[in-house]
Nanobody, 124 residues
Framework: QVQLVESGGGLVQAGASLTLSCAISGRTDYVSAMAWFRQSAGKEREFVSG????????DVAESVKGRFFVSRDNAKNEAYLEMDILKPEDTAVYYC?????????????????WGQGTQVTVYS
C-alpha cells in the first residue's frame, strides 16, 4: 500500500506564493507519474499539473500556466507544486495523486492513490 500526504497549504493574500509538498510513503513503487488536482467549493475536481516518473515531462492546465510549477525528488519520495502570483480563483483543496503509468494524464482515470488534500485560500 502507498500513502500520499500533502502539506503546505494556507491562507495567503493575492499575489503571494506557496509551495505544496506531497510525501509518498509505503510501497512507493506503486506510483509512477504524479499530479496535482484541485477542487473548489461547488465545482468538480480539476487537473492542475502533472509530472512523469523521471521528471522529464510535465503538463500544466492552461489556467495556471506560467504561475504554477510541478517538480519531484524521487530520492526523497516527494512531489511539489510551486504556486506563484496566486489569485482568489486559485482557492481550493489541492490533492496530489499517484498514477500507475510513467506519464501523467489530465483525467483522473489511472490515478490509483490520492492524498487527503490541503486547503489553499487566497484573499484579495
Amino acid at each position: 500500500q502507498v500513502q500520499l500526504v500533502e502539506s503546505g497549504g494556507g491562507l495567503v493574500q493575492a499575489g503571494a506564493s506557496l509551495t505544496l509538498s506531497c510525501a509518498i510513503s509505503g510501497r512507493t513503487d506503486y506510483v509512477s507519474a504524479m499530479a496535482w488536482f484541485r477542487q473548489s467549493a461547488g465545482k468538480e475536481r480539476e487537473f492542475v499539473s502533472g509530472i512523469s516518473y523521471n521528471g522529464g515531462y510535465t503538463d500544466v492546465a492552461e489556467s495556471v500556466k506560467g504561475r504554477f510549477f510541478v517538480s519531484r525528488d524521487n530520492a526523497k519520495n516527494e512531489a511539489y507544486l510551486e504556486m506563484d502570483i496566486l489569485k482568489p480563483e486559485d482557492t481550493a483543496v489541492y490533492y496530489c495523486a499517484g498514477h500507475d503509468r510513467d506519464y501523467p494524464s489530465q483525467s483522473e482515470e489511472g490515478y490509483t492513490t490520492w492524498g487527503q488534500g490541503t486547503q489553499v485560500t487566497v484573499y484579495s
